[in-house]
Structures are given as structure tokens and as C-alpha cells.
């Protein structure tokens, strides 16, 4: 009997539509795998089984009937920032502890029309701040990899859950690298897409000028089968957009790849950084030409991210104040209103969110917001520029996506900084809203390493053919 | 460099209450972040245009009309509803 939690969606829509298992089956064998091996891991908050369980029944009958498409039938894990209506949301965070999704997302809804099976909802970084899921207000998920490392983040529960086969697939949101980090850490690939292309009507917010929805599979072909299948305009999302799919006219030996040589520099792990070579003289030896390039003002892409992120977090946070989500239990009864907000918001967000809502006010406040946030829009327009130039020489950019192995539970709780610079090549991609698509290349010492390859506004389609060429001819 | 009443101060309009521990960790904290953040005053940006948004350069309009909507899940979700309505704290006449 073959192992049916390590099939990709091709292989389980061909098994599904041959009718040599029915999607109940499938699906029950993913919660015998979750029960057993998610005891170590924690990659799940929480599951909807009986949800599932009745998916896969329509989900048979709509195969028995011929009505399936890609993705009915297919199990699939949802990171805990978007809404399925009937199941808990926390977004990791003790403010949302038992907050019922009234609606669902867009990103859901499509996927529930067609089909598809949703098992549960994975853990995160509280309102998806962080980079190794240990900032989650419930508990930390594991590197399935090695138990004793992070899985980076903060979608680190839909990374973790996909690595040790407790779903087919899973979504994640991205708002500075949290869905390439934890799919680099975790040795599975994950797409970050264009801005404005998946809606993000029914995400919790973080940042969201920055924020896209987007895939994390076993493969590239998958990931290309599910964004295909959540991207599109959406009227309850006025930033998205439609998506005009290019023709597929790749070829390997016309491409250029750009190396940007500010991503190999100082901070870049000796191990990662030859792992990455090795991809990249692969793809020398297919016959494509590699190109030095430069992306000048990579070294302030960070700091503006922090200026811009924590800013826009101040204000879509403002509205977790205990009266319209989740009162917690005050340890003052009080009648004034202020100190009813302030008691509230002080128990129910943790550390680091505090620290960001506190940036982002600080930088937006009288007297700070041209020195700070001002600066950052402009800085931005830089960064965007930078990659702008770049295209006009190169096909596609290719890097590192992490400058480090996945590192141990608790090493950088205490240090933000050290925390932060796990996101120095992934968030200059954010700010200038291109897709991004992470692939494991190598293992060191048994943890995985990811390249990280930077297209053009709206070409994944170019990302998926150039990942594809490396799963399918590196050895 | 920002100082302990700095930080009383913007946790005071980013309406957090912080216990002396908590207060010292984030001066800290923030010290160093916004060390790290003031690198951008290195740039001279001044003839820069600011980049807000990147998907969209015009205003998005749509027909304002009403949807249905399960009331009752998110009436459910309040902490305190009175005669269907979301109840307040008092604000005036005290």
C-alpha cells in the first residue's frame, strides 16, 4: 500500500479520478499521520475535522459525478490568519483565542469551491510578526527536520506541516519573507506572488500594503497549480488585480540570471552560501548566463521594512481594544474607558507585537513621520528602482533565501535584531511587491537550504519553469 | 538614544500599559532598532517620489450596496451585546 500523505496533487488527482482511493480515505489518512506525528511538531493550532470529513464526502461525490477539477479532493492546511467561517482564528495571538471566523476568506472560498479539503488551521507568529514561530501566543512548532531547530516564520506551521506530509499542501501569508524563510527552513517550496494578484479579503492584517497570500507544496507544479486557482480580482480587495498570464516561451539556454552581489556579502553562512553556488553552476551548465549585478541600496531595505511594517501594523492592530474583539479577563475592574483599552491591549498582545504597534506609532507620530515613515515611502521608490534597472539586464535574480541554517529554538528570542536580519534577503522583494518563489537545493548537516529566485511584476510563470528545470535535471 | 520617559510616552498613545520589566526590555529594544532604522538618514531621498502602494494608482469604487451577511455569527463574537447592538463603556455625563 503506497504512503498516501507523501503524494503531490497530481499524483493524488490521479489516484483520486482512477478511483484507487476516494478523497475520505485520503483524508483520513492525513489525521492519522497529524495525530501521531503533530504531537512533536505543533505545526496545527487547531483542526477541522468534522469540516474535512464532510469535504471529502462531497468532494467523492463530486469525482463520482465527473464534475472534479485540479483540486477537489485534495487536503490542505490554512495558516490560522485567514477566516473559514465556523472555525477558530487566532492569528497566534491570546487576543483572538476564541474568535470564530464569521465569513470566509476569498482565498477560501475559492478553494472550498473547488473542491478541496481543509484540515485544519496551522500555528504562526502572533498577527504573523516574527521569523521562527516562536512568537506564537500558544507554542513554538519544531523544524519536522531536526526537532530542536525552528522553522522559521511566521508561517512556520503551514512550512512544518507540509515537510513532514500532514497535508498536500498549505497557504501562508507573506508580508516580509514569511512564506520563502520558513519554506527554506522547512525544505519545502513556497511562492510569495506579485502583490495585488490573491486577495487578501479575510486575512488578518498585518502590513498590508506589504501582505500576499500565497502557496507552500512539495514542488513548483504544485505551487503553480494553486496559485492558478486563488489568484484574480476580487471586489472586497479594491488593491487586487487581475492577472494576465503570460505565454510560455521559456528556455533555459536564452536566460539571464542575475547575481546581486550585494546578497553574497558579509552575514551570508559559508555553508548557504556554497550550496547556492552549486544551484546556480547548475544552472551555468544548462547554458544560462549568470551576470553579476547590483541592487545598491539592499543594505537599507531592512530598516525601511521596519519602519513601514511596524507603521501599518499600528493602525490595523488599533482595533483590538476588548470591546469589539475578545475582552480579557482585566485584572482591575475599571469604568473609564481608556484604562479598559489599555488593560486590555497589555494583556492580550504579547512582546513583540507590542514593540512593533510602539514602532509603528512612534514613526507615524508628530515630529517623527518625514525623518521616519515619509523617508521609508521615498527609500522604498529606491529599492523598487534598484530591481527596475536590474530587469532591464537580467531575466531573473537569484540569491539566497535565508543568510543562515535554520537556527535553534530560544537562540535569537532575546536579541530582535539578530531575529530580524533572518529576513534581509526576502524583504526588498515585499517592498517592491515582485513574486518570489523559494526551492530546496541542498541539506547542511541535515537542514535545508533554499534559493530564492526574483522575477518581474507578474511573471511566475517564469519562476515556476526555472524551479522546474532544477527538480527535474539537478542530481 | 531614547529615554525611559520616551517610552512611557509612545506606549501611552499606542494605548499599552507596561510593567516596569516590560519597560526597561523594550528601551532597550528600541534603542537599538531605531539605531538600526536611522541608517536611512544616510540617503539623501529628498527628490524622491514616495511609494504607498504598488498594485493600484487609481481609486477603486464600487456600488455600495447591501450583502447578506451572517449577523448573527458576528453579533455572537461581541463581548457584551445588548437588544442586538454591540455594548459601549460610558463616555459622557460623568
Redesign the interface.
Known sequence: MIDLTKLTIKQARSGLDGKTFSSLELTKSFFDKIKDADKKINAYISLTEGLALKQAEDADKMIARGEASILTGIPCAIKDNMMVEGEKCTAGSKFLADYTAPYDATVIKKLKDRGAVILGKTNMDEFAMGSSCEKSAFFPTKNPRDLDYVPGGSSGGSAAAVASDMCVFALGSDTGGSIRQPASFCGVTGLKPTYGTVSRYGLIAYASSLDQIGPFAKNSEDCKIIFNEIKGRDKMDSTSMDVMTHADDFNIKNLKIGLPKEYFGKGLDKEVERSVKDAIAFYEKQGAQIQEISLPHTPYALACYYIIAPAEASANLARFDGIRYGEMVAPEKTDDLIDFYLQNRSIGFGQEVKKRIMLGTYTLSAGYYDAYYKKALKVRTLIKKDFDKAYEQVDVIMGPTSPCLPFKIGEKMDDPLAMYLADIYTVSVNLAGLPGISIPIAEVNGLPVGLQIIAPTLEENRLFDIAESFEKNYN | MISNDD?KK??K??????NEE?LQ??EK??S??LD????????D?SK?????????DKN?F?EDEPCD??NE??L?????TKNNY?E????LGK
Request: proline share 2%.
Open positions: 517610552v509612545i506606549a498613545l499606542s494605548y499599552l500599559k507596561l516590560e526590555k523594550m529594544d528600541f537599538s532598532i538600526y532604522v536611522n541608517k536611512l538618514s544616510e540617503l531621498a524622491i517620489e514616495e511609494t504607498a502602494n504598488l498594485s493600484i477603486v464600487r451577511q451572517n455569527a458576528i455572537k463574537l461581541m463581548p457584551h454591540l459601549v463603556k460610558k463616555i
